[in-house]
């Protein structure tokens, strides 16, 4: 095996004992990219000397006896809207094309003082608004495992980036399940945290209330790895919420012995392909095999998560995406007479479609006449729907469920289908409505051996509880499948 397949948790371990050193790593996971990314398109942005200056230091610091953390000298690839210092962070817009942040996102530090290695930034939706990586100002990811199809959105980079092994682990955001789709797609690990429990300090908001930064891995030790690195109240951060952080990999273990798994029949009806509910149910089984007891039930405002969390995200970007003038930093148009034609000519120039159609929705259920109509209307029905879920843990301890109704679509089939695109989020959305933690992991796979993801849900701050679940599905199968084989025949960028 080449280093880049092996596991974050392993190469940690390889390097403790001196059995490779970070620099090696390193360069297998630069070369990884080098001969593979002109087909899978997962990097923006690349810093090779810098990532192996970062590694240097890890051995240099490994060779005067240091102990380090878990992470170090392990490559971390970073969704494009998480500010990196020195490192241009684009969200894929052309507004944002040239911009350099003076400043790192309160996880980057983390990672940073973790002595990660970070080789660059990955592709994504534009400023998160896609569910397929399609909606990119600069390219279009490919799935690594059929390179035809979408690898999902908005964190589609990261996952593919993730399955392809361009790098070990990384990171996304997820609003409405912009890291967990992704996952389900290219058949890796997926973490959403707690709303709060990783700080939003420094990453570019879409929706405020409902983004999250969270994890990627190939196996569930290694998302566990990436967000015990991250997690943790941050003063920067006003809803960062203030509680004693314990590490979670540590306490991984396979049993789900007495665990009480509920299974909300909205989530398996009309409109979720046959394979995927099958997948999804046969891991359920094996579950219950090794102790759990399964317990249907039902969440009945489901089917208008969708409608709800568009209303709602729509209007905070509206809000969020204000800033975008052309005054300050980012693009400006070259075609203006007055102050009022610069900014028109630089926001119709400077956005896509998917971001313009969204701004112009949030614009208008916050206007006078229709907030109470839409918007106040979307806010009551999150309470309700956070109550549903509050009330089923009363009777279970997780929820399982499918990722996404369907595997990954051909690249350009549904982009000209907004309602088509929105679809993909029904399963994820009401997560993140209700603000609660949610991981996706491999369970199978379609006929056209395409990865299908299943999705658990808990309480919030359950993420022990929802890693070690995974962790005890994993480890019941025999491990996940490894990653897909890429000829490398287009070269390098």
Partial sequence: MELYEYSAAKLSAMMEQGEISARELCESVLNRIETTDREVRAYLTLQKEEALKQADEVDKLRRSGEALPPLAGIPVGIKDNICTKGLRTTCASRMLHNFVPPYDATVIKKLRAQYAVIPGKLNMDEFAMGSSTETSYFQKTANPHDLTRIPGGSSGGSAAAVAAGSAVVALGSDTGGSIRQPAS??????????????????????????????SFGRTVEDAALLYDAVCGPDPMDATSVRRDVTPITPQLHPSVKGLKIGLPHEYFEEGVEESTKNAVMNAAAELEKAGAELIPLSLPSTGYGLSAYYIIASAEASSNLARFDGVKYGYRTEHFETLEQMYENTRSEGFGDEVKRRILLGTFVLSSGYYDAYYKRAKMLQQQMTREFVSVFEQCDLLLTPTTPYTAFKLGERIDDPLMMYR??????????????????????DDMG?????????????????????????????????????SGKEGAK
């Avoid at 690990?189 to 930064?213: C, E, H, M, N």
């Avoid at 993909?424 to 796979?445: E, F, K, M």
């Avoid at 509880?465 to 897909?484: C, D, H, Q, V, W």
Wanted: glycine share 12%.
């Fill in 450 to 486: 395409l990865p299908i993801g299943m999705q658990l849900i808990g309480p919030h701050f359950s993420e022990a509880r929802l890693l070690n679940t995974a962790y005890s599905y994993e480890k019941l199968i025999g491990g996940f499948p490894p990653m897909p084989r890429l």
């Fill in 185 to 214: 797609l290219c058949g890796v690990v997926g973490l959403k945290p707690t709303y709060g429990a990783v700080s939003r300090f420094g990453l570019v908001a879409f929706a405020s209330s409902l983004d999250q930064i969270g």
């Fill in 424 to 445: 993909c989020d029904v399963c994820t959305v009401p997560v993140n409505i209700a603000g609660l933690p949610a991981v996706s992991l491999p369970c199978g796979r």
